[in-house]
């Protein structure tokens, strides 16, 4: 059984410009939440989909975006970005939304914003 | 404000001695805890959690933790340590019963030495 796998494993884009990143859950987990972790700090919630649409959405600007597909996938967007958008993008999935539903990681994008 | 405080950025220790590594939020009403291992360049891997009942929690790798709701503490400890513990490990509170409310520490490097 997979895990949660992501992709890109790396990315380097130069300011202004916009990215997209990819997460597929592990089998039978319909919830997809996404973190960023800056160097040297703990994960930050940026948002969690379920059921295609957006459910809870941390402290982060209308620049992140996303989006849940019916196979429950999910892709992360962020335009304009800026130098201190570098960091490494981790998507979770669980098998439901509660707090007792444990989240598994990917391995994460890292994301270089030159 | 909701916070958790990992009391070490790092912490050495040889092979065969036992470890804790010091975790620390601030009180609320409702918490649900966890300890999160992360390896270098993989993802992060639920180590344990507590969400309610005995405050003694076992997790893998023969980890366990103890909720002390007066100290508003949740150490992590094991007895004897490995090489292959050697990783970063991140406390992580849930303050309001939603996976979006999850708050995470900043780490705690573990380093095992021969």
């Known amino acids: 059984d997979a895990g949660v796998t992501q992709s890109p494993t790396h990315l380097i884009k130069t300011r202004g410009q916009q990215v997209t990143l990819r997460c597929s859950p592990k089998s039978g987990h319909d919830t997809v939440s996404w973190y960023q972790q800056a160097l040297g700090q703990g994960p930050q919630f940026i948002f969690q989909?379920?059921?295609?649409?957006?459910?809870q959405r941390g402290n982060f600007p209308d620049r992140f975006s996303g989006h849940q597909f019916p196979n429950y996938s999910s892709e992360l967007n962020v335009n304009a970005l800026l130098l201190g958008d570098s960091a490494l993008y981790l998507c979770?999935?669980?098998?439901?939304?509660?707090?007792?539903?444990?989240?598994?990681f990917g391995p994460g994008t890292r994301l270089t914003v030159l | 404000a909701q916070s958790v405080t990992q009391l070490d950025s790092q912490v050495p220790v040889f092979e065969e001695a036992p470890v804790e590594l010091r975790c620390n939020y601030s009180?609320?009403?409702?918490?649900?805890l966890f300890w999160y291992v992360q390896y270098p360049n993989q993802g992060l891997q639920l180590l344990l959690k507590y969400l309610s009942g005995s405050t003694l929690v076992k997790g893998i790798n023969g980890f366990e933790a103890e909720f002390n709701k007066s100290q508003t503490s949740f150490h992590l400890r094991k007895p004897s340590v490995h090489i292959s513990d050697t990783a970063e490990y991140f406390c992580a509170v849930n303050y309001g019963g939603s996976q979006g409310n999850l708050i995470f520490g900043k780490g705690t490097k573990l380093s095992v030495k021969p």
């Open positions: 009180s609320s009403v409702s918490v649900y």
């Open positions: 979770a999935s669980s098998p439901g939304t509660g707090v007792t539903d444990t989240q598994y």
């Open positions: 989909y379920y059921e295609e649409e957006e459910r």
